[in-house]
């Protein structure tokens, strides 16, 4: 039986870095003082809106009249609190 040629490999090169153009990277810095305010009062509201309808909603007019949709609110309100902590840094 003939015996098969031998391969040679070529030997491995890696690709020259200088053909990229550095890109620079937007430094993130701290998030503004007020963004975090915002951020936690936002949560705190919401915590606070769930609260009030619980102990007082049937004694307040507008609360009253919005029934269920104050769950809607308090949590939308605590919900966006915390996807604004995605953003902060």
């Not at 007020?34 to 949560?43: D, F, K, Q």
């Not at 004694?59 to 953003?87: E, H, K, Q, V």
């Amino acid at each position: 039986m003939p015996k098969s040629k031998v391969r040679k490999k070529s030997v491995y090169t890696a690709p020259a870095s200088d053909r990229r153009t550095p890109v620079k990277v937007r430094g993130g810095g701290p998030s503004h003082p007020l963004y975090i305010a915002v951020m936690l009062g936002v949560m705190v509201i919401g915590l606070a809106w769930l609260v009030v309808n619980y102990i007082a909603g049937p004694s307040i007019p507008f609360m009253n009249d919005l029934g269920n949709w104050n769950f809607a609110i308090g949590f939308a309100l605590m919900i966006g609190g915390l996807l604004m902590t995605m953003r902060w840094r």
